[in-house]
C-alpha cells in the first residue's frame, strides 16, 4: 500500500491526503478543477475547500483520472451523487476503493458501497465514517472513525496503512451499518440547524437528537445495519457532531432554513455540498416505501421543498405520542 490515490479535492479529500501522506504513503490527490491542481502543486495550499492548512510535501495534484491506475488504494471522496460518473471515468484496476463519501444514490436509491461495486467490478470495497471536520483531521486533531469492509483482513491492512495515533480507526464489517449512519445524520444535521436557526432552544436540539437516532435506528435495521454500529462513531457520534456546530454545512444550511431564508436560493449560493440536501429525498422515499416512520426526515424534505418552517414544525409536534424506543 506505498501509492495511494485520493479521488475529489473537496475539503475531506485534502484533509485525507494529509492523512495517507502523514502515514507515509506516497499520495495522489485528483481534483476536476485545475486551480485546486495548481494551488496544491505549487502553493501547498487548497484556497478553494480547505484554506489556511498548509499540506503535506508528500502530495502530488493531478487533473487525469488516468495517473492512478498504478496506485495501491484509492481513497474515493467524491461528492455522492458524482461518485458513479468518476468511479466509470476513472482507469479500471483493483486496487482497494475506500469510500469516504457519506449519502445514498438518489436516482437509484443505492447505497455507495453498491454504487462502487457496479461501477468498479472486481475492486474490494471498504468504507471509512465518522465525526470528521475536514479542517480537524488535515490539522492533525485527535479523531476516531469506523472503517468497515466485509472482508475483515482487508479492513486491518487499510487501517494499518492510513494509521497514526491522532486518526484511530476502529474496524468493522458492518459496511452498511458505517454507511447509513453517515447519509442519514447528513439529513437530521439539517433538522438541528432548523433548531438553532429558529431559536427553538436546547430542549429541542437534545429531543432532536434522540428521536432523529430512533429513525436513523429503525432504517438501519431493516437494511441490515447492526444497532452498535448506528450507536458508534459513525452513527450517534457523527449525528451529535454535526447537530451542534456551524462548522457541518447541513447544519448551516439548516440554520439558513430556520432563519426565514428559501432553501433553494441557499443551494443555489454554495459550492461547497450539503449532502444531506440530496440525501433528503431519497431516504424519505426509501422510507416510505419500507413503511418505516421518520418523521424528522419527511420533514427536512419538506422544508428543502419549500414548505414552511412554522407549518412542518406545527406537524411534528401535533403527532400522537407513542411509547419510547425504537
Ligand atoms: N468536509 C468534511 O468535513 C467531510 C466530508 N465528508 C464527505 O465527503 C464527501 C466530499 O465532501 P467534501 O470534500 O467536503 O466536499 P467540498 O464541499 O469541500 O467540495 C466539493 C467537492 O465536490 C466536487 N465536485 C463538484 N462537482 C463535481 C462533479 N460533477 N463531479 C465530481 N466531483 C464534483 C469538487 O471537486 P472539484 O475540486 O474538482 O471541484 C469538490 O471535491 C461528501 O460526501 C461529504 O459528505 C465526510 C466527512 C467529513
Ligand atoms: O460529515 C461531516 C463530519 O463528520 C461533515 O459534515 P458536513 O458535511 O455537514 O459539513
Known amino acids: 500500500m506505498n501509492r495511494v490515490a485520493v479521488i475529489g479535492g473537496g475539503a475531506w479529500g485534502t484533509a485525507l491526503a494529509q492523512v495517507a501522506a502523514r502515514a507515509g504513503r506516497e499520495t495522489i490527490l485528483w481534483a476536476r478543477e485545475d486551480d485546486v491542481v ?105 479523531t476516531a472513525v469506523t472503517l468497515a469492509a466485509k472482508d475483515t483482513d482487508l479492513a486491518e491492512t487499510l487501517r494499518t496503512a492510513l494509521a497514526q495515533p491522532a486518526f484511530r480507526m476502529y474496524v468493522s464489517d458492518d459496511v452498511a451499518g458505517a454507511e447509513i449512519g453517515g447519509a442519514v445524520k447528513n439529513v437530521l444535521a439539517i433538522a438541528g440547524g432548523v433548531v438553532e436557526g429558529r431559536a427553538l432552544g436546547q430542549n429541542a436540539r437534545a429531543a432532536l437528537i434522540a428521536r432523529g437516532f430512533a429513525e436513523m435506528t429503525r432504517f438501519g435495521m431493516a437494511f441490515g445495519a447492526r444497532p452498535e454500529t448506528l450507536a458508534g462513531l459513525s452513527g ?26 428559501a432553501a433553494s436560493d441557499l443551494m443555489a449560493d454554495r459550492k461547497t455540498v450539503a449532502e444531506g440536501a440530496f440525501t433528503a429525498p431519497v431516504l424519505a422515499r426509501l422510507a416510505q416505501a ?9 420533514a427536512v424534505a419538506d422544508l428543502l421543498e419549500g414548505a414552511s418552517v412554522d407549518r412542518v414544525l406545527e406537524g411534528l409536534l401535533a403527532r400522537p405520542p407513542r411509547p419510547e424506543g425504537v
Open 38 to 142: 495548481r494551488a496544491v502543486n505549487a502553493d501547498r495550499q487548497n484556497p478553494v475547500f480547505l484554506p489556511d492548512i498548509d499540506l503535506d510535501p508528500n502530495i502530488r495534484a493531478t487533473g487525469d483520472l488516468a495517473e492512478l491506475a498504478g496506485c495501491d488504494l484509492w481513497l474515493v471522496v467524491t461528492p455522492a451523487q458524482h461518485m458513479r460518473a468518476v468511479l466509470e471515468q476513472a482507469p479500471r484496476c483493483e486496487a482497494p476503493r475506500l469510500l469516504c463519501s457519506k449519502g445514498i444514490e438518489e436516482r437509484s436509491g443505492k447505497l455507495l458501497h453498491d454504487v462502487a461495486a457496479e461501477a468498479s467490478p472486481g475492486a474490494p470495497i471498504a468504507v471509512l465514517s465518522g465525526p470528521t471536520f475536514a479542517h480537524e483531521v488535515a490539522r492533525g486533531m485527535p
Open 236 to 261: 450517534l457520534g457523527d449525528l451529535v457532531l454535526t447537530c451542534s456546530s456551524v462548522s457541518s454545512r447541513n447544519y448551516s444550511l439548516g440554520k439558513g432554513i430556520g432563519e426565514g431564508q
Open 290 to 298: 419500507h413503511g418505516i416512520t421518520m418523521p424528522i426526515v419527511d
